[in-house]
């Protein structure tokens, strides 16, 4: 096959299946590049490249692709700009690596300023403020996102303003700032809907629920729970979280299943991200359901995660930390 049919499938895939087959589709998208390159066809790579895939925690190899991109472009241009916003995502969830994520997003954006170009702007806002949540720094972090979504919102940049929503919501939440995290859950639900990008709509799932737990909201939180059962092909991360939100309101969930499910996504996991929300996952569970089994998997799963400095966030490493804790004072 050609380079433009692997990248149209790459694009295809990830837009129907979201998370549940990233990694397959996010390979295809390599290839799709490396074909172009071996083609000598630079500025269709360069579209690979520039293309807003969903980066997501379970994916690797993508910090490679975005670094091997911008050397085929002039540094100040504005495909250097937005492959450099990517890039920046891509150190926070590939490497756990903040401070290169901010210099990346930072450097995105002295582009999109110089080029009066505001949708870089808006999208090196959103990756500045992810870094800075995963550097556990959700207050600097709010501030870029609401810098950003002032950007995104009147140029319809619905892409950055899903983003904005996503991480957004869980940097508000952090702090308590309730009022901005309706305002991006609401502006996300409208932008993933206009995208069609069912893998989107799905994970705001998760921040609606949220929401409507901490605001003891109990009509929304039976309703999201409702929709989340009838909702097929849920990917297990977000089903899981979904459970477990509903079990603080006193739904039934399904312990041995979870653990099992956990069990398999550690063992399988390829990325540090990925591990890290298994185990915020499996030590909510642990919390809330008393179960002996899962302490004893998330004890061994923590002090691994703190003990591997390298490939980690700040902020990975300080919930591992209090993971230990919790399972260590059981």
């Known amino acids: 096959m050609t380079g433009r049919v692997w990248f149209g499938l790459g694009i295809a895939g990830a837009a129907v299946y979201g998370s549940t087959r ?22 269709s790579a360069v579209a690979v490249a520039r293309y807003p895939t969903s980066t ?17 472009v ?20 590939d490497r756990g690596d903040v401070d290169s994520a901010i210099q990346a997003g930072e450097q995105a954006l002295r582009i999109g300023k110089a080029m009066e170009h505001g949708t870089l702007e808006a999208r ?20 870029h996102n609401r ?11 619905l892409q950055t ?9 869980e940097a508000a939440l952090t702090v308590g700032d309730l009022g901005f ?15 069609r990008e069912v893998s989107w709509v799905r994970r705001l799932m998760v921040n609606r629920l949220v929401i409507a737990v901490v605001t003891g909201n109990r009509e929304d939180a039976a309703g999201l729970a409702q929709e989340s059962r009838n909702t097929s092909d849920l990917p297990p991360e977000i089903m899981w979280r979904m459970a477990l939100k509903e079990h603080e309101f006193g739904g039934d969930f399904d312990a041995t299943a979870f653990l099992e499910y956990v069990r398999t996504g550690l063992a399988t996991t390829h990325t540090t991200m990925a591990g890290f929300i298994f185990l915020s996952e499996l030590t909510i569970a642990a ?34 930390r209090v993971s230990l804790g919790l399972a260590s004072g059981k």
């Open 22 to 43: 990233a990694q397959t589709y996010w390979d295809i998208m390599v290839r799709a590049f490396d074909w172009f390159l071996e083609h000598e066809d630079t500025k």
């Open 56 to 72: 997501t925690a379970t994916v690797r190899g993508t910090v490679d692709l975005y670094e091997r991109a911008l050397l085929l």
């Open 74 to 93: 002039p540094p100040d241009s504005l495909d250097a700009g937005l492959i450099g916003v990517r890039l920046g995502a891509a150190f926070v969830f």
């Open 124 to 143: 090196a806002l959103q990756v500045i403020a992810l870094a800075y949540m995963f550097s556990g720094d959700p207050t600097t972090a709010i501030i």
């Open 147 to 157: 810098a950003g979504l002032d950007k995104a919102r009147p140029l319809g940049d």
């Open 161 to 169: 303003i899903v983003r904005i929503g996503l991480f957004g919501i």
């Open 181 to 195: 995290a309706r305002e991006a859950a609401e502006e996300m639900r409208s932008a993933a809907d206009s995208l």
């Open 287 to 320: 919390q809330t359901t008393r179960s002996g089994e899962m302490f004893k998997i998330v004890e061994p799963a923590a002090s691994t995660m703190i003990g591997e400095i390298d490939g980690h966030t700040p902020l990975e490493r300080r919930a591992a």
